[in-house]
């Protein structure tokens, strides 16, 4: 298994509060991602990074940031949560140099994010 | 807009039956398409990759094939067996994003 790790795993928290979740990777892929999964939609990309402090917006950023200060982190943050933000989500990786188009992506266990 | 559709939905089989779980698309613009399998309540684990220059990919008892010019590919399953029950997903390359299909979840019986 590719060296993905997520944490909080499982977060239950109030609407309005700010929540962070984190991506750790071990394989020094250069590509990260971010998806929320949800029933009736599928995967979505909410955010990618390509190379430290570079990162792009997905199909549904709104009401999300990301950062990435290291290779190895990729952090998602949602400022100020919604209920409809209530979702499993799940971090990739991908290519350890070149063309992202190139490569697998190697997903994380998953945290499953409650908004009361 | 790309789109992805996999078909059937769900399907039950007995075990020992070799299965076919189709994946279509829309948009034939594509840099590769991939396979993967979720377990209820894991994440997603990759099955296969198929670049767009490419006809098939096999790996143990999966075969899967890409027909860029027709968007579709298939994923072949040999002599299925109870521990395969999961849900399958094809997701595609397209410009910049993987796009998924919502899958077909697959219980194989004893």
């Known amino acids: 298994d590719a060296g993905i790790t997520q944490s909080p795993r499982h977060k239950v928290t109030e609407t309005g509060t700010p929540v962070t979740l984190r991506c750790h990777q071990t394989e020094n892929h250069r590509y990260m991602y971010w998806y929320r999964q949800d029933p009736g939609h599928g995967l979505r990309l909410i955010h990618y990074s390509y190379g430290v402090k570079d990162t792009d917006k997905g199909e549904v950023s709104d009401g999300y940031s990301v950062s990435r200060s290291k290779t190895e982190d990729f952090l998602l943050t949602l400022e100020s949560a919604t209920s409809s933000q209530t979702s499993v989500y799940f971090c990739?990786?991908?290519?350890?140099?070149?063309?992202?188009?190139?490569?697998?992506?190697?997903f994380g266990p998953g945290t499953r994010l409650t908004v009361t | 807009k790309q789109e992805v559709t996999q078909i059937p939905a769900a399907l039950s089989v007995p075990e020992g039956e070799n299965l076919v779980l189709n994946c279509s698309f829309t948009d034939s613009a594509i840099y590769n398409l991939q396979w993967f399998r979720q377990d209820p309540g894991k994440g997603l684990t990759s099955l296969l990759l198929?670049?767009?220059?490419?006809r098939e990919q096999t790996s143990g008892r999966l075969n899967a094939s890409l027909d860029k010019s027709s968007g579709r590919s298939t994923l072949y399953i040999a002599a299925s067996q109870p521990g395969d029950s999961a849900t399958y997903l094809c997701a595609v390359f397209d410009t910049d994003k993987l796009i998924f299909g919502t899958g077909t979840r697959l219980q194989v019986f004893p």
């Open positions: 198929i670049q767009s220059s490419q």
């Open positions: 990739a990786i991908s290519g350890p140099t070149g063309l992202r188009s190139s490569y697998e992506q190697y």
